[in-house]
């Protein structure tokens, strides 16, 4: 895994709780891949100016993304390419989280994060092109 410095600038400038959730997103999406020898090697940057994660080597997955909420679906929210069926695929999983189109899913902070849903949705992105 690369590991981008501007990554952690950016999360480090965000208010204590919204960085608090960003910096446990991004230790389960690095958890996950190194759980995972499928997965391989991630390549951690910023598109669109948000936190991101590209599997490199090999392309077993689609980019992740996270950042704040922009909405009024939440306060932080994980980013997938919305051409995937992903979204389509956790809404059936987990009908009791808050998405939002076919691209994302939305954490209001005032609950606590959803771990084991959160783990399952990464892995299924990070391995969404070889589908295990």
């Given at each position: 895994m690369t590991e981008e410095s501007s990554v952690l600038r950016v999360i480090e400038g965000y208010a204590d709780q919204e960085r608090d959730a960003l910096l446990v997103l991004r230790k389960l999406i690095l958890d996950?891949?190194?759980?995972?020898?499928?997965?391989?090697?991630?390549?951690?940057?910023?598109?669109?100016?948000?936190?991101?994660?590209?599997?490199?080597?090999?392309?077993?997955?689609?980019?992740i993304r996270i950042d704040r909420d922009a909405s009024d679906k939440g306060d932080i929210a994980l980013y997938v390419n919305c051409q995937t069926s992903l979204v389509s695929d956790w809404r059936g999983l987990f009908p009791h989280l808050t998405f939002g189109g076919d691209r994302s899913v939305h954490f209001d902070l005032e609950s606590p994060l959803p771990?084991?849903?959160?783990?399952?949705?990464?892995?299924?992105?990070?391995?969404y092109h070889i589908r295990e």
């Open positions: 996950v891949a190194q759980n995972r020898d499928t997965i391989g090697y991630i390549e951690e940057t910023l598109k669109w100016g948000q936190p991101s994660f590209l599997t490199k080597n090999p392309k077993s997955g689609t980019t771990l084991v849903e959160l783990r399952q949705m990464i892995l299924m992105a990070l391995t």
